[in-house]
Nanobody, 114 residues
Framework: VQLQASGGGLVQSGGSLRLSCTAS????????MGWYRQAPGKQRELVATITGAGVPNYAASVKGRFAISRDAAKNTAYLQMNSLKPEDTAVYYC?????????WGQGTQVTVSS
């Protein structure tokens, strides 16, 4: 499985960005796609995931501000990030999981200026 992520960038506090992640290769309908992030000096943490059935899960820190969705036909997951805060600054990584297998995309930088 290969993951291609896009959509990061620089935005002012309160602004919005949308990340996309497209999976290719041996894709199973039963899977979980999601986003994790890692800020400098911190461990990688969950941001949001979504199952193949469309059930989302969010970290408490982004609930109500971020929305994850997916287009099954395109094998693509989206992360709409609103009301961004400086503490959301991190490298965001796309993830695909099927059973015990876990795949990571290249990171995309999100920088929120105050």
């Amino acid at each position: 499985v290969q993951l291609q992520a896009s959509g990061g960038g620089l935005v002012q506090s309160g602004g919005s960005l949308r990340l996309s992640c497209t999976a290719s290769g041996s894709i199973y309908s039963i899977n979980v796609m999601g986003w994790y992030r890692q800020a400098p000096g911190k461990q990688r943490e969950l941001v949001a995931t979504i199952t193949g059935a469309g059930v989302p899960n969010y970290a408490a820190s982004v609930k109500g501000r971020f929305a994850i969705s997916r287009d099954a036909a395109k094998n693509t997951a989206y992360l709409q990030m609103n009301s961004l805060k400086p503490e959301d600054t991190a490298v965001y990584y796309c993830n695909y999981q099927h059973g015990r297998d876990s795949y990571w995309g290249q990171g995309t930088q999100v920088t929120v200026s105050s």
